[in-house]
């Protein structure tokens, strides 16, 4: 207890701004509402869904709504991909980014992403 007060003395005298030692996760939403969790890698940035996401695939009477973690695949070329919505290209402006696949297109409206591609994929 004695050491707690000590370094709650040091932050207060100090006035630093504390500095967190766990990374923050970066949650990018959906112009639909969805969340989707970042991360990036050599091959460009995947954003994965907190939680299950419903899309419709097929047509007519053969519509079925297909129901799971989504996870979208934004490639350093401008190339998308999604399991569910299929391939596509995905490009950036200052509005946000939108990812533009066969069965649909999704929205990031006022958000930022970061591609490991030096800004390219601009509109």
């Not at 939403?29 to 940035?45: K, L, T």
């Not at 939680?51 to 047509?59: C, I, K, L, N």
């Not at 696949?101 to 800004?119: K, S």
């Amino acid at each position: 207890m004695k050491n707690l007060f000590a370094v709650a003395a040091v932050i207060l005298t100090t006035n630093q701004p504390i500095i967190a030692l766990a990374q923050m996760e970066l949650i990018y939403v959906s112009s639909e509402g969805h969340q989707y969790r970042f991360s990036n890698n050599s091959d460009g940035a995947v954003l994965e869904s907190l939680y299950p996401v419903a899309r419709f695939t097929g047509t007519g009477a053969m519509t079925q709504v297909i129901t799971g973690i989504e996870t979208l695949y934004l490639g350093r070329d401008c190339d998308a991909f999604a399991k569910v919505l299929g391939s596509g290209t995905w490009s950036w402006a200052n509005g946000g980014f939108v990812v533009e696949l066969d069965a649909g297109r999704i929205g990031f409206p006022r958000q930022e992403i970061d591609a490991n591609n030096g800004l390219r994929c601009a509109m």
